[in-house]
């Protein structure tokens, strides 16, 4: 052994020195990384929330109908709007005990779609709004929902379709007028009339 051979004692606490180091500075990688996961999973979680949050909101006009009135509605959102509202209606129908109080036929009543057209914008705005007020889930409830079942079963638009499909009478329908502006012109002369 030369003299530049550390003893066997020497050597053991060099070792024993580098072992420790070693230790602490695995001891302190593992805080570190420790430390790094925690702030991922945070970082994580709070992607995952925003992405809910965007999807939440994309999904909403999505579900939701960018035109509802039957009456103006282009062809291809037309078949939009029907495709949603029955989904909708599907939906309701299995969801509450309404199989019959909205008959299978519904879709045969245009009075009805109507009606079911106002119920699911007034639900969407109760459930997919997020500016809505945290009380519009119960005014749906306790206001839209009723409304609609009371009308259907005892109103102007009651209907007697619970077992089979009763069409009403042709005649309840009036002939649409050829243009806005007859129907204007009427109401001007009976205006005139009165
Ligand atoms: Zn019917």
């Not at 030369?2 to 805080?31: F, G, K, Y």
């Not at 039957?70 to 509450?96: F, K, P």
Request: charged letters at 20%; one cysteine or more.
């Amino acid at each position: 052994m030369n003299a530049a051979t550390s003893t066997p004692t020497q050597a053991d606490d060099s070792v024993l020195r580098q072992l420790m180091n070693h230790a602490q500075l695995i001891s302190q990688i593992r805080q570190d990384i420790d430390a790094l996961a925690h702030e991922a999973t945070d970082t994580v979680a709070g992607l995952i929330a925003r992405l809910e949050d965007i999807e939440s909101q994309s999904t909403t006009p999505g579900s939701a109908p960018t035109s509802w009135c039957w009456r103006s509605i282009g062809s291809n959102a037309a078949d939009e709007l029907w495709h949603l509202l029955t989904d909708w209606i599907n939906w309701i129908r299995g969801r509450y005990p309404l199989a019959r109080k909205i008959p299978p036929c519904w879709a045969d009543h245009p009075e009805l779609v109507e009606e079911l057209t106002a119920l699911w914008l007034a639900w969407q705005h109760a459930y997919e709004d997020r500016n809505a007020p945290l009380t519009a889930a119960a005014d749906w409830h306790d206001r839209w929902l009723p409304g609609v079942l009371y009308r259907l079963e005892h109103g102007a638009f009651a209907l007697d379709c619970a077992n089979d499909h009763h069409p009403r009478p042709a005649a309840a329908y009036a002939s649409p007028e050829p243009n806005g502006v007859a129907e204007r012109t009427r109401e001007g002369d009976s205006a005139h009339a009165d």
